[in-house]
């Protein structure tokens, strides 16, 4: 079976049905999954490693079957620039968790929270960086319509968390702001090329937003302005990316008659 883009629409839907599947299998509650410590266990360490298991056989069979090309990606480089992406990623992520109030969560809350953020980061990339994006260039050139379509791709799935009890303007917002996080971890893969690398971005980027408890006002201002930091030079790069594949194609000879 060739990469092709309706494989990375297949996929997705999977990923979507495998999470809501076990959510309703565990009886996860969205809102209340990183309340406790039990919860965290189950509606994400547990509910989440299951799906990552699975889609890592999924990549395992793909890379098989496509000769490579999901762990490791060697697409033209963005410009060295761009790092900051990444970078300011993992400053933002430092910061909330060094201002957080741990203090009342636990030891055990704090392992089991890293152990989920860690399955998340392996299921969300292994799909969206790893699968799709090989599924969606065997499909098209295009590189700008590849890191749209994925990070579309990424946020839609996002909208699993209405059926599994989140409240549905909160989750619109949320798959708003997934399809953004989707670019910047497209950006890191493309700079690394190395899928371990947004994996592990994504898990620390992810563990004091779900763990989040009694941070400082000021501090939760000047991560709110990062994060719009961070998310407006993804637009900027992604139009970076729209220019350069314009000009290949403008510069790309035409076939002889």
């Known amino acids: ?94 910061v909330k968790i060094a201002t957080n109030d741990w203090g009342a969560r636990g030891g055990e809350y704090m392992l089991a929270l890293a152990i989920g ?5 392996i299921a969300e990339e292994t799909t969206f960086r790893g699968i799709n994006l090989r599924a969606l260039r065997g499909s098209t050139s295009n590189e700008f319509v590849v890191m749209v379509a994925s ?28 399809t953004l996080g989707g670019g910047a971890f497209y950006i ?16 620390l980027w992810d563990y004091p937003i779900l763990g989040r408890s ?3 006002d000021v501090v939760g201002l000047l991560t709110l302005i990062g994060q719009v930091v961070v998310y407006g030079l993804t637009i900027y790069i992604a139009y970076l990316v729209h220019r350069s594949t314009t000009s290949a194609d403008e510069t790309t000879p035409e076939p002889a008659a």
């Open 188 to 203: 890191t893969m493309r700079l690394s090329g190395r899928l371990l690398v947004p994996i592990l971005l994504h898990a």
């Open 1 to 94: 079976m060739r990469p092709r883009w309706q494989l990375a629409v297949v996929v997705t839907v999977l990923f979507f049905l495998t999470q809501w599947g076990v959510a309703r299998l565990l009886g996860v509650d969205f809102d209340t999954m990183a309340d406790t410590t039990d919860n965290v266990w189950k509606g994400l360490t547990l509910r989440v490693g299951l799906t990552a298991t699975v889609f890592t056989l999924i990549a395992l069979w793909a890379g098989t079957a496509w000769n490579g090309g999901i762990y490791v990606q060697d697409e033209p480089p963005l410009p060295r620039w761009t790092w900051v992406v990444p970078i300011l990623m993992v400053g933002f992520a430092v």
């Open 117 to 121: 953020v860690l399955f998340v980061g």
């Open 214 to 216: 009694g941070a400082a």
């Open 151 to 178: 990070a579309v791709l990424f946020g839609l799935v996002h909208g699993v968390n209405i059926l599994n009890g989140a409240a549905v303007v909160p989750t619109l917002g949320q798959t708003a702001l997934a």
